[in-house]
């Protein structure tokens, strides 16, 4: 029997999810499913665990309970977190691992077959992080019909979220709200950046008796580039000095059980040059134009075109989307991966859609992010986190 853990949702939720999985696998003309992002796995089953290194998978077929399939040695973590029973976790032996002569895959086309789940259209996951070419090959040659094309299916169910979801979301807002305090605490010209790292991660994870909950790890890690290199979105840290006189963006996120509430401030360490005062003002702004967008009935890109024409009234020119859904994720990434707050995305936006409004500029020589992480409404959006939306400037 499987083991009860607090972490899971409530049988009903899974219920109703695997309802929807089906009906979508009926209108794209698909018999069984195989999904290998943790993310939809997760949202699926409830398994979690850090086994997306090896192949791993969830499949679902027309009827019956969805089958987890891993690592032998994982199936016990799958025991642990997902509410099927112990005859659907499909566990395979360790020389499976890394061979070269054998694949994971050519397990589960095994293991399909002894369930007479072998036939028909299956549906994988060809664009995903997770899937690789050569798992795509060996399930190929152990199946009899030419594998179908799901990217895309269950992340679409994801994008409008059951109040259980939301209410992990807001705790990971939580979370982000104590990590920007403790940027705004300890940032200060000589500081280390590495040291400074430290301390949001203390802050992103340590237990809060006064919250009543601790944090998960999240799928991306700080990213904080500082002067001319906050031109560059995605750089990490180092052991360097902050330096007065520059700017630095955070770009970091809460997480609670594996929701994400990701959440951009800039500081500058000195007197802001007015580059930094234009850009703030534009940013907030177009902000305060995207949120009156935002809400129930609009589409995606109602949200971009309002933001991007503030930035055009001020000469500025971002050619790079504002914005996409978040939720539960993995690492390499805290997107859902599917629509995106650009100009031309006619997805209409519904209620409990959640995205992360990245509203970033990087510029020639330098980068500034004030970002919201909203959820969609009848009316005016919510901002999951209440953190000041301003420059915060330190000397």
């Not at 002067?227 to 630095?248: I, V, Y």
Request: hydrophobic residues 40%; glycine residues 8%; aromatic residues 10%.
């Amino acid at each position: 029997m499987a083991i009860v853990d607090t972490f899971r949702f409530s049988d009903a939720e899974y219920e109703s999810r695997l309802a929807k999985v089906r009906i979508a696998m009926e209108a794209a003309g698909i018999d069984t499913l195989i999904t290998c992002d943790p993310s939809n796995m997760a949202w699926i089953t409830g398994y979690d665990g850090w086994s997306f290194y090896v192949h791993q998978a969830v499949v679902v077929s027309a009827t019956g309970a969805p089958v987890w399939f891993g690592r032998e040695q994982d199936a016990q973590g799958a025991l642990r977190t997902v509410y099927m029973e112990e005859p659907d976790l499909i566990g395979y032996p360790d020389f499976f691992v890394q061979s070269t002569e054998r694949h994971p895959m050519d397990y589960l086309a095994a293991k399909l077959t002894e369930r007479g789940w072998h036939k028909g259209r299956i549906g994988v996951e060809m664009d995903n992080y997770w899937f690789s070419a050569k798992g795509f090959q060996a399930l190929s040659a152990g199946l009899p019909d030419p594998l179908v094309d799901a990217t895309g299916l269950v992340n679409w169910l994801r994008g409008v979220k059951s109040p259980a979801e939301l209410d992990r979301m807001r705790k990971a807002a939580r979370i982000v709200e104590r990590m920007h305090e403790r940027i705004a605490e300890k940032v200060e010209p000589g500081m280390r950046k590495c040291d400074l790292v430290a301390d949001i991660y203390d802050a992103a994870l340590r237990y809060d008796e006064e919250l009543g909950f601790g944090g998960d790890y999240p799928a991306i890690v700080p990213l904080l580039p500082s002067g001319t290199d906050a031109a560059a979105p995605h750089l990490t840290w180092d052991d360097k000095e902050m330096k007065t006189g520059e700017g630095t963006f955070f770009e970091i996120a809460g997480c609670f059980r594996r929701y994400h509430c990701p959440l951009s401030r800039t500081v500058f360490l000195g007197k802001p040059t007015q580059q930094f005062l234009d850009a703030e003002k534009a940013v907030l702004e177009g902000m305060e134009a995207g949120l009156e967008a935002a809400r129930a009935g609009n589409v995606c890109e109602d949200i971009a075109i309002a933001f991007f024409n503030v930035l055009q009234k001020y000469g500025i020119v971002k050619d790079n989307r504002t914005g996409y859904p978040i939720g539960l994720s993995y690492p390499p990434d805290w997107g859902e991966r599917t629509c995106s707050l650009r100009a031309g995305d006619r997805t209409i936006l519904k209620p409990g859609m959640t995205f992360h409004f990245m509203t970033g500029l990087w510029l020639d020589n330098f980068g500034f992010e004030i970002t919201e992480s909203i959820v969609i409404q009848d009316g005016a959006p919510e901002c999951l986190a209440n953190v000041p939306r301003k420059l915060l400037v330190k000397s």
